[in-house]
């Protein structure tokens, strides 16, 4: 048992270690073609990479503390498979709140698939941080108009929980089938 997760260890290391060579080629193929970006990408990618040396480990220690003081039954209570709707308005709620950027509610997101949250509840998470925001709505309302803004909103809301739960069902049949082939 041990061997085998050492195995699957060496195999998701290989695999981003992989990603990571790969990136690197197409980015240093493509600067080869196009040098006057040069200044401008290693630029770009500097600020970022800054940006998040600043974050990261503020999200890190956030996650530490999320992983002691919020309990798994909590989680699964509020956002597992039996959560239903409330559960989904949670996820939209708990989405939109922060400003911070994507990346940093991919940590978020899987400390709490490791608590047990449903899936369709992560992604409608992960979609409401991408595409909902309390201050981006503020800024709608005042350029746009109540209007577009409520409509935006509303529209948004609906197809982020369509799209969380389709990606749900898609998985657990692609999981049952897997399943299913693994037995034959």
């Known amino acids: ?4 997760m050492k195995e699957k260890q060496k ?9 990571v060579s790969i990136t690197l080629i197409i980015m240093i193929t493509l600067l080869s073609v196009f040098p006057e970006k040069q200044e401008v990408v290693i630029t770009t990618s500097w600020k970022f990479f800054i940006e998040m040396i600043w974050i990261l480990p503020a999200v890190m220690v ?9 309990s798994k039954e909590t989680i699964v209570k509020y956002l597992g498979k039996t959560s239903g709707i409330r559960g989904i308005f949670l996820a939209i709620f708990l989405g939109a709140l922060p400003t911070g ?7 978020i997101a899987a400390g709490l698939i490791k608590k047990g949250a449903r899936i369709s509840n ?3 998470f992960l979609s409401a941080w991408a595409c909902i925001k309390i201050p981006q709505e503020m800024v709608e309302l005042q350029f ?8 935006r909103l509303v529209l948004t809301i609906v197809f982020v929980i369509i799209m969380g739960v ?3 069902q ?8 897997t399943v299913k082939n693994a037995e034959l």
Do not use: T
């Open 62 to 70: 956030l996650m530490g503390l999320f992983a002691v003081w919020v």
């Open 1 to 4: 048992m041990r061997k085998d």
């Open 144 to 151: 746009l108009g109540a209007k577009f803004m409520a409509l």
């Open 101 to 107: 950027p994507l990346y940093v509610a991919f940590p």
């Open 166 to 168: 389709f990606i749900e």
């Open 11 to 19: 195999k998701v290391i290989l695999r981003d270690w992989g990603l």
């Open 170 to 177: 898609v998985i657990e049949w692609s999981d049952k089938k």
């Open 122 to 124: 992560i992604l409608i």
